[in-house]
C-alpha cells in the first residue's frame, strides 16, 4: 500500500505532542515536510522527526512538494489562508479547531475546499472518543428517543493558556475558542448534529489575567506553572478576549444545548457532558446510560472512555482519503461549528438571542 504522504503548516504544541506521536506509529504515513514561520522552529521540528525538509512558508512548501495532505496546526488567524492555499494546490486538509478566524474565512474555505473538489476535515479530536463515538451510535439506534436536551461544559477554575491564545488578533477568541469549542462540538455531534437555529449567550472578561498579578511571565516560551499550555509569543500581545462565557443553542428539531466554558472561574472546575431523549439519557463522565423503564429510570455503566481520540481522528481522516469517504466533521459542519461560535460573540455583544440560520 502506498504511504499517503503529509505535510505539517505550523510545527507548535499540537503537531508536536498530539500529531506526530500518531503519525509516527503508523506505517501507511509518512510526513515529507513542514513548515513554520518562525522557519527555526521548523528545522529543529524536521530535525526532531525526521522530516527530509523544512520551509519558512505554505506557499514554498506547496511550490516544492506535493503532500496528499495538508495538516494546518497554525494559530486560527492562519487557518484559512494555509488551508486555502493547499485546498488550490490540489491538497486534502485537515485543519485544527476552530476551523477559522470568522465566518468569512470559513465560507471562503469551504468555497476553496467544494471548488477543488478535495476532502476537509476538522480536527475536533473529543468526537472521535471511543465513548463519543458509542454514544453517537446509541442515538442513531434510537435508543435514546427525541434526543432534546444536552449541556456541556469546559471550565477551568484557573488556566490561561500563554502565548497568542488570549490575544485576539490571532486566535478570534478566548476559552470559546481554545477549549468551549470542543465540548460544544461534542455535544451537538452527541445530539446528532441538529441544525442551529440561534442562540443566546455571554461572553465576559471578569476576572481578567490573573497571571499579571502572580508575575508569571508572559513572555517566556516555557509552559509556566499556572499554565498548562502555552503557544507562540507574539510582538504585539495584549490580553483581550473573554475569560468566561455561556448560553443556549437552540436547534431546529426544537432541542436545544446548554454551554459553559472559562479559562478563570471561581467555582470547581468543570469538564462534563450529557445529553438526554425521551427514551433515556447519557452522561460521559462517567459514561453512563439513564434509561426509562417504565415509572424507574435504570442507570447502566457503559464500557469505555474518550480512549485514543488523537489517533482516532487522524485514522478516520486517512480512512476518507483512501476509501473515498466525508470526513464525520466536514467543511459543512465546520462551517455550521464556526457561525455558532461566532454568534456566541454577537448574542453577547447584543445582549438578545441572535440567528444562526445560513
Ligand atoms: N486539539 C486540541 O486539543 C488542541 C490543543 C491545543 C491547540 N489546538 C489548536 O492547534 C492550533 C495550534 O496551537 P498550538 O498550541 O500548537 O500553538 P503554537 O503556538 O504552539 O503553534 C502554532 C505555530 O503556528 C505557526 N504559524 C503561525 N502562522 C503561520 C503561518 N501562516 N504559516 C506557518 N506557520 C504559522 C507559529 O509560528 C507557531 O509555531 C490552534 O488552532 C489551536 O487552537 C488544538
Known sequence: MEKIKIAIVGTGNIAKSAHMPVYKKRDDVEVIACADIDFEKARAFAAQFDIPAAYASVEELLASCKPDFVDVCTWPAAHAPVAIAAANAGCHVMCEKPICHNLADALALKEAVLKNGVKFMLAVPLRYGDS?????????????????????????????????????????????????????????????????????????????????????????????????????????????????????????????????????????????????????????????????????????????????????EIAHFIDCIRNDRTPSSSIEQAVQLQRMLVGIYESSKLGREVSLKD
Open 132 to 312: 463519543a463515538v458509542k454514544a453517537r451510535q446509541l442515538v442513531d439506534e434510537g435508543v435514546l428517543g427525541d434526543v432534546y436536551y444536552g449541556k456541556t461544559a469546559y471550565v477551568r477554575q484557573r488556566g490561561i493558556p500563554g502565548g497568542w491564545f488570549s490575544c485576539s488578533k490571532y486566535s478570534g477568541g478566548g476559552p470559546i475558542i481554545d477549549i468551549g469549542v470542543h465540548r460544544i462540538d461534542l455535544a451537538w455531534y452527541m445530539m446528532g448534529c441538529p441544525k442551529p437555529v440561534s442562540v443566546l449567550a455571554s461572553a465576559v472578561y471578569k476576572i481578567g489575567d490573573y497571571r499579571d498579578e502572580t508575575k508569571v511571565d508572559t513572555v517566556s516560551d516555557e509552559v509556566s506553572a499556572n499554565n498548562e499550555w502555552t503557544g507562540a509569543q507574539v510582538a504585539d500581545y495584549k490580553f483581550d478576549v473573554e475569560d468566561s462565557a455561556s448560553g443556549v443553542f437552540r436547534f431546529e428539531n426544537g432541542a436545544q444545548l446548554l454551554f459553559e466554558t472559562a479559562w478563570t472561574f471561581n467555582g470547581p472546575d468543570n469538564n462534563t457532558t450529557q445529553i438526554a431523549g425521551d427514551k433515556a439519557g447519557i452522561t460521559l463522565e462517567p459514561f453512563k446510560l439513564y434509561k426509562a423503564d417504565g415509572k424507574d429510570l435504570v442507570e447502566e455503566t457503559l464500557e469505555g472512555d474518550l480512549g485514543d481520540f488523537f489517533g482516532n
